[in-house]
């Protein structure tokens, strides 16, 4: 997981809100050619177990509200803190009965809602790992192949879904017989199943004393990586993997243990930033999550719009597209504004960093109806981390700055074919992958850090203290036919970012090549404006306009113009009417871009793209 840094308000002289951040003590050095990066503020004491918080949460302030979603009619739906727990526990002590462990496991198919939150927190509760799983591999895909494969690596003991009409194709692919299915609503002919509301009328039995037994190592949940340029694997996340990257969060922003953080947060729990990073802030310091079941998409927004009329939020998380259209909406709407701003104190960017021109308008809002910039916060994770590294915490604020490590978390730069690859060692990262021994032994160098396939590169050479820039995946860069190494990542940010708003992402081609190409996902819902055409325009007449065509040229004119050589001079582009596809692993489950993927399975269009035989091949002057 990136979180995005964005560049500081021109002139410098506009006052920022206040935020209480923490900034840790740094001690650096270059041993045998290696750079050591370690946080000198030691980690607080954490918690033996991640439901600790809910416990201590319901003795504190039992009435305040933990999570809330929008029931049918509209209305919020809140669960308290006591309520929680009382659930929790009933939960917990169902899923213990049916013999539930680490070999069989909850596997949980559908998406946020009060059910699965209080499903996952029982089965941590009663030390029982779960498995939250994209619920796009059961909706959207049409091939469950995927599917099939996570849940063979998993062996569940029970699998959970919202509805059974909706997931009954995909349950009746990769379900065994053998497998209780829990449903919330909805049948499955020929297949029975038991119902979540039968969980909670569970008695607590002896729940409590199982426990008392769980432990710091006591695995809390597997999740499964997001596949961006391999096979996904199942992480091995414990309680105290969670607990120390919760105390880490905590040292870096303190602001979050001296008012109740409250989030208004739609991120899937399947992944780590949404479901380990967001909930956990949430839980570990008493605030309150609203469920937003709005997405960033032109149809599905105006759901999280209508949520921060009414909602607040102290810190906010989106994705790129996200903020794009919130600092839109927030342009026009008054209410929005004045709600929005009322209380927000820092602004985090998940899986990809804004564009320059999409903050820099989202601050102008922000200057303009409050008078303050909103800091926008950087760093650096990943889910076998749980998932946080770095963050730029201090006065840097650049783009790709990623900052220092958090208090308890060690780093290392090892050198790596001309670039230094990040490697991280502390008690926020995984004991392994699950049933992969031969893939955990890889991953893991001689001292115990864990390998990332990150580069970073620091901020100035001659004050390591100050942190990192990144400097893209090392799994990704490639040799030209001359033996010039290619910086994929790095070159890939460029394109989005000034590709915004019409760059969805960006493949970079060329292993073994003469030159630089790109495959350019496009931003089809922006791009039709542009072309001018009617709606009814299909993909390809839009992206063969004449506008449309003249933006890219433009765009590659602009990426080749600090060119230095063959190793950033991209010589040609090509703009794909097809999207990325999710049966064909070309779409990972936090909506990122296999690359490696992509071009396996085009590898056809990749050869066409440097024979010059495409209709709408944009060269290169």
Known sequence: MSMSLNAAPPGGAVRRRPVDLGNPEIRAYRQDGIWHVDAVTPLGPVPARFTDSLVRGARQHSERTLVARRGPDGEWIRLSYAQVLENVRRIGQALHARGLSAERPLVILSGNDLQHFQLALGAMYAGIPYAPISPAYSLVATDYAKLQDLIAQLTPGAIYASDGIAYSRALAAVVPEDVELILDQGDIAGRPASRFASLLATAPGAID???????????????????????????????????????????????????????????????????????????????????????????????????????????????????????????????????????????????????????????????????????????????????????????????????????????????????????????????????????????????????????LKFYDDAHPELGFMFDGRIAEDFKLSSGTFVSVGPLRARVISQGAPYVQDAVVT????????????????????????????????????????????????????????????????????????????????????????????????????YAGTLPGLIKAA
């Open 209 to 455: 004393d199982v426990n008392a037994g769980v432990g710091p190592d006591t695995i809390a949940k597997f999740l499964f990586t997001s596949g961006s340029t391999k096979k996904p694997k199942a992480v091995i996340t414990t309680h105290r993997m969670l607990n120390s990257n919760q105390q880490m969060l905590l040292q870096t922003f303190p602001f979050m243990g001296q008012e109740p953080p409250v989030l208004v947060d739609w991120l899937p729990w399947n992944h780590t930033f949404g479901g380990s990073h967001n909930v956990g802030i949430v839980l570990y310091n008493g605030g309150t999550l609203y469920i937003d079941d709005g997405k960033p998409t032109e149809r599905d927004f105006g759901h999280t719009l209508r949520n921060l009329k009414e909602i607040a939020p102290t810190i906010y998380f989106n994705v790129p597209k996200g903020f794009e259209l919130l600092t839109e909406a927030l342009e026009q709407d008054a209410a929005l504004r004045a709600c929005f701003f009322s209380r927000v104190k820092l602004f985090l960017c998940a899986g990809a960093g804004l564009s320059d021109a999409a903050w820099n308008r989202l601050d102008q809002v922000a200057i303009r109806h409050c008078g303050e910039s909103i800091r926008i916060m950087t760093g650096l994770g990943m889910t076998e981390t749980s998932p946080s590294c770095t963050f730029g915490t201090g006065p840097i604020v650049k783009p790709g700055y990623v900052g220092v490590p958090a208090p308890g978390c060690q780093a290392k730069l090892v050198p790596h074919g001309g670039k230094l690859e990040a490697r991280f060692r502390g008690p926020h990262v995984m004991p392994g992958y699950w049933r992969a021994p031969a893939q955990t032994q890889e991953c893991f160098d001689e001292e115990g850090y864990y390998c990332t396939g990150d580069a």
């Open 510 to 609: 060329g292993l073994n090549r003469d030159s630089i190409g790109l495959m350019i996902f496009p931003r089809l819902e922006n791009c039709l404006p542009l072309s001018g055409l009617p709606a009814s325009a299909t993909p390809t007449e839009i992206l063969a306009s004449a506008p449309v065509q003249g933006f890219f040229r433009d765009l590659l004119a602009r990426l080749n113009a600090d060119a230095t050589g063959s190793a950033s001079r991209v010589d040609r582009l090509l703009l794909l009417d097809e999207p990325p596809s999710i049966d064909h692993r070309e779409l990972t489950d936090k909506g990122s871009i296999n690359q490696a993927a992509v071009l396996a399975r085009r590898a056809a269009t990749v050869d066409a793209l």
